[in-house]
């Protein structure tokens, strides 16, 4: 009879250890199978693939009041600053990591809490050009906002010594801008460049640096300097402004187009870290709101069709539209009351604007809705303005959809799913709407050689500021199905 070996305890523990961990894999294997096949894993997939199928932008980056109801990239690419930002030296290095706290000395000087001022920009080694990017021409991305507000000229310590300072005639008197006569603005405002000062003396037409208009031109009755830089502003969209009468007159732009030269939007987003664009947030935005969509409006016949849309929703989804248009009442001496109900019990805000125009977003978005915990509903500006002016996945556009019916069932699915909903949220927290120091950046332009050796001109500033493809009555997504290979804007400069 053969005798059996004898095992050692060692050796049976390690066996039953062994047997143990293939139990384990096998019940571990089995549980994975069943949740992918379990019919509730299977709805939360099919709705983020519908969320994929209908929802197809991952974006990039005043005075409040009711609107209407009142009746108003990659983040160097194109800096071109003299300091970033921020410290890419840390970033680079690994010590800036996701969720650190940054302090007011990495923030630049015109966030709320920025601390940190710009350096002289400095020049390259062979051309002795200025590496800042500060004009449309130097870049086809970006507004260069920060650009300008981070540009001191090379040779700024020498410029204060000798104590001149550059002139800005406001043409149209002073009372439009709500600015004083001198240095003030420049001083308070505590820009790095601030050797400037503002006229409103007509008969410094000839001598000022910079002769700026808001909104019409007023041919001066003395003769023009051939350095001297003429600049036009104007606030509203192309439908809402005169023609001008003397369209080559002009160097510069001042509106809230990204290819204006001074670009002065509503608002402004602009992230904390560009690398972190999308944070966890603490809350769930959809708690204890029971009613969908609202919407703010007294102007009943703009001419994008907002208010049509509005209503072919409505057959769809509910839609309460508060004012003149609508059922709802909403007067201007309750207007904070009426954004509490909003940010209290609705999902989604209806942020249309009154004309579809390249880049005109106006504080219909920024102020009444991303300021609010409410979802915002866009039409105005393209798709891709949006993309470019908004914090990452904070909005959804109506040319996402065929048709308001398709929005209406996208929305339906947000309403339903938590998850889903807040996640248009996550960019709370990332960032905040700057002041763009409107006059800091004019004066720091004013001091850039470059822009005075050979001032360049709108050949007609009517055909760039209300040409083909600028403006459109319809929906942009008709307007490229009519325009396929038309393109949206008319360089004439």
């Known amino acids: 009879m053969m005798r059996l070996s004898k095992v ?26 069943w949740s992918t096949k379990s019919p509730h894993v299977l709805y939360a997939r099919d709705e983020y693939q519908l969320e994929e199928a209908n929802v197809r932008h991952e974006p990039s980056v005043t005075t409040v009041e009711l609107a209407e109801v009142a009746d108003q990239h990659g983040p160097g690419r194109d800096r071109g600053n003299n300091d ?19 302090t007011a000395s990495d923030l630049p000087w015109y966030f709320s809490q920025g601390m940190r001022y710009p350096k002289p920009a400095r020049r390259n080694r062979k051309t002795n050009k200025r590496l800042a990017r500060l ?25 204060k010594r000798k104590g ?19 240095r003030d603005v420049f001083l308070s405002s505590k820009c ?46 192309p439908y809402h402004t005169q023609h001008v009468k003397y369209p080559d007159v002009f160097n510069w732009t001042a509106t809230y187009r990204k290819d204006s030269d001074i670009v002065a939007p509503y608002e402004k987003w602009e992230y904390f870290d560009p690398r972190i664009r999308q944070v966890e947030q603490d809350r769930n935005y959809a708690l204890n709101k029971t009613r969908k969509v609202a919407w703010f409006v007294s102007n009943c016949g703009a001419r994008n069709g907002r208010l049509q849309y509005a209503h072919e929703l409505q057959k769809y989804i509910q839609v309460d539209i508060y004012g003149a248009c609508g059922t709802f009442k909403c007067s201007r001496s309750t207007a904070e009351r009426c954004f509490e109900i909003l940010d209290r019990d609705y999902k989604f805000y209806l942020a ?37 002016s908004s914090p990452q996945k904070s909005y959804i556009h109506v040319d996402e959809f065929g048709s308001p019916k398709e ?12 998850e889903l909903y807040n996640s248009y949220f996550k960019w709370k927290g990332t960032g905040e709407f700057i002041n763009t120091y409107y006059w800091c950046r004019v004066c720091a332009m004013l001091h850039d050689e470059a822009s ?19 403006c459109t009555n319809g929906s942009w997504r008709n307007f490229r199905a009519r325009n396929p290979e038309k393109p949206l804007v008319a360089d004439s400069r």
Not at 84 to 99: F, I, Q
């Open 407 to 418: 929005l209406a069932e996208y929305l339906h699915l947000l309403d339903r799913n938590d």
């Open 192 to 237: 790095p460049v601030s050797t400037c000062s503002i006229t409103a003396q007509r008969e410094k037409a000839s001598t000022a640096d910079l002769v700026l208009y808001k909104d019409h031109y007023i041919p001066p009755s003395v003769p023009r300097s051939p350095y001297q830089i003429y600049m036009m502003y104007f606030l509203e969209c």
């Open 352 to 388: 249309f604007e009154n004309s579809n125009c390249k880049d005109y977003i106006t504080e219909k978005f920024f102020v009444n809705a991303l300021t609010r915990n409410v979802l915002p509903i866009v039409m105005g500006a393209r798709p891709e303005d949006y993309e470019a």
């Open 84 to 102: 970033d930002p921020l410290d890419y030296g840390r970033a680079r290095s690994g010590e800036l990591t996701k969720g650190e706290a940054l």
């Open 452 to 470: 005075f050796r050979r001032p360049k001109s709108y050949d007609d500033i009517n055909e760039w500021w209300r040409g083909p493809g600028v």
């Open 164 to 182: 001149k300072l550059k002139t800005i005639l406001l043409y149209n008197g002073l009372s439009p801008w709500n600015v004083k006569a001198g």
């Open 135 to 159: 004009l449309p021409s130097e870049t086809a991305r970006g507004d260069r906002i920060s650009n300008q507000l981070m540009f001191v000229p090379p040779n700024y310590e020498t410029i």
């Open 8 to 33: 050692s305890p060692k050796k049976c523990f390690f066996l039953v250890l062994c047997f143990a961990v293939l139990i384990l894999l096998v019940f571990n294997l089995r549980d994975k199978d």
